[in-house]
């Protein structure tokens, strides 16, 4: 079982930059790929990236591409997601998630979820 714990949300201003993580429990952690959602009151979940095992491939929604950016450090059991440039639509819950499989974007493969970190982008 992998436990997933995120935090580094927070309230910024259009054109901001945060920094999520999302730190992992266990000795596995190299051994799944993760990725970060993100979900407003009323909406589906919605992917935003995706990570290999060893980082050497990533994956971005279009609607982040050019802004966002995935990143892991197993030696931490540690993924972050930068986000720069940041807009008002970007306003969501961020949950990170682990999936065995690989780079890819449907939630319904990720079997382990965090509980969120709340960002809200001010305009």
């Known amino acids: 079982q992998v436990q997933l714990v995120e935090s580094g949300g927070g309230l910024v201003q259009a054109g901001g930059s945060l920094r999520l993580s999302c730190a992992a429990s266990?000795?596995?952690?190299?051994?799944?790929?993760m990725g970060w959602f993100r979900q407003d009151p009323g909406k589906e979940r919605e992917f935003a990236a995706a990570?290999?095992?060893?980082?050497?491939?990533?994956y971005y929604a279009d609607s982040v591409k050019g802004r966002f950016s995935i990143s892991r450090d197993n030696a931490k059991n540690t993924v972050y997601l930068q986000m720069n440039s940041l807009k008002p639509e970007d306003t969501a819950v961020y949950h990170c998630?682990?999936?065995?499989?690989?780079?890819?974007?449907?939630?319904?493969?990720?079997?382990?979820w965090g509980q969120g970190t709340q960002v809200t982008v001010s305009s």
């Open positions: 998630a682990a999936n065995r499989f690989g780079v890819f974007d449907a939630v319904t493969g990720y079997v382990y």
């Open positions: 266990g000795r596995t952690f190299s051994t799944w790929a």
């Open positions: 990570i290999s095992r060893s980082g050497g491939d990533t």
